[in-house]
């Protein structure tokens, strides 16, 4: 359970599996039909949820070679400001955390531990860029990075288009948009030296007001030998409603230090 939490509330941004295909050996388009990408992107952005909160209920599924765990997750998110992530087992709340643009904090009751701190800790600990956006896109279905800020090498593939970074250094990244509404299909980042890899695919999306939102996030993961799948099935998606986030970390517990 404690690494179901950690997991959790660090979104699986420690890096995952992904299809080699994704990110190693699209045939690349030449730079000069950059103004293809430019288009797509644009389109992408056009599509972005306009919203001020967002309320979730999940069922998350957690599985690896040793166990496998259900939980529900309830999420609120206001744009760009904060994100509370309250976790429950049995109707039980078992861990919470409060994230913002600047601070990470979570606890969690099975080892009585919490932690406090900022984005660069993180980034250090799990070797993987990780920020209040990167969290944010993924829960929404969007992608990770800025893509007006990119480079990229474009393929069209049978899923749509499939954009690869070229500025990405020693880490891989690749987006799969599809060809009718330019939203994520899925989205992998690898880094080879390290052996991590992440692919997040999304599927069954809901058309709100607001705009459409996966109902289905399936997580594949694997670092060095460990291998990891989450899902995330979307029961209950509510928006623009007026949100409380209350957080305060028990009494008593003990707090992790991350060198």
């Known amino acids: 359970m404690r690494k179901i939490i950690a997991?959790?509330?660090?979104?699986?941004?420690?890096?995952?599996?992904?299809?080699?295909?994704?990110?190693?050996?699209?045939?690349?388009?030449?730079?000069?039909?950059?103004?293809?990408?430019?288009?797509?992107?644009?389109k992408h952005y056009q599509a972005q949820l306009v919203f001020s909160t967002i309320y979730i209920k999940s069922n998350v599924r957690f599985s690896n070679e040793k166990q496998t765990q259900n939980?529900?997750?309830?999420?609120?998110?206001?744009?760009?400001?904060?994100?509370?992530?309250?976790?429950?087992?049995?109707?039980?709340?078992?861990?919470?955390?409060?994230?913002?643009?600047?601070?990470?904090?979570y606890y969690e009751k099975?080892?009585?531990?919490?932690?406090?701190?900022?984005f660069s800790g993180l980034t250090q600990w799990l070797g993987a860029d990780l920020d209040f956006s990167k969290i944010q896109n993924m829960l929404l279905g969007e992608a990770f990075d800025n893509l007006q800020k990119g480079k990229y090498a474009f393929a069209k593939i049978d899923e749509g288009f499939e954009?690869?970074?070229?500025?990405?250094?020693k880490m891989l990244k690749s987006f799969v948009l599809d060809n009718k509404n330019f939203l994520i299909q899925e989205q992998a980042i690898a880094q080879p030296e390290q052996d991590r890899m992440m692919d997040v695919s999304y599927a069954d999306r809901k058309l709100f007001n607001?705009?459409?939102?996966?109902?289905?996030?399936?997580?594949?993961?694997?670092?060095?030998?460990?291998?990891?799948?989450?899902?995330f099935n979307y029961t209950t998606i509510t928006f623009n409603e007026s949100l409380s986030f209350p957080y305060s970390i028990p009494n008593g517990y003990k707090r992790i230090i991350i060198k």
Not at 163 to 169: E, F, K, P, S
Not at 210 to 231: N, V
């Open 7 to 42: 997991l959790l509330f660090i979104l699986v941004l420690v890096s995952c599996k992904t299809k080699q295909a994704a990110v190693t050996t699209t045939p690349e388009i030449p730079i000069s039909k950059g103004l293809a990408v430019d288009e797509i992107i644009a």
């Open 71 to 105: 939980v529900t997750a309830e999420i609120k998110i206001k744009k760009d400001e904060q994100i509370l992530v309250s976790v429950r087992f049995l109707g039980i709340t078992m861990a919470k955390a409060l994230i913002t643009p600047t601070s990470v904090s």
């Open 110 to 118: 099975i080892n009585g531990t919490y932690f406090e701190g900022d």
């Open 163 to 169: 954009l690869n970074d070229l500025n990405a250094g």
């Open 210 to 231: 607001e705009g459409s939102i996966p109902t289905q996030i399936l997580i594949h993961a694997l670092q060095a030998k460990d291998k990891t799948e989450i899902s």
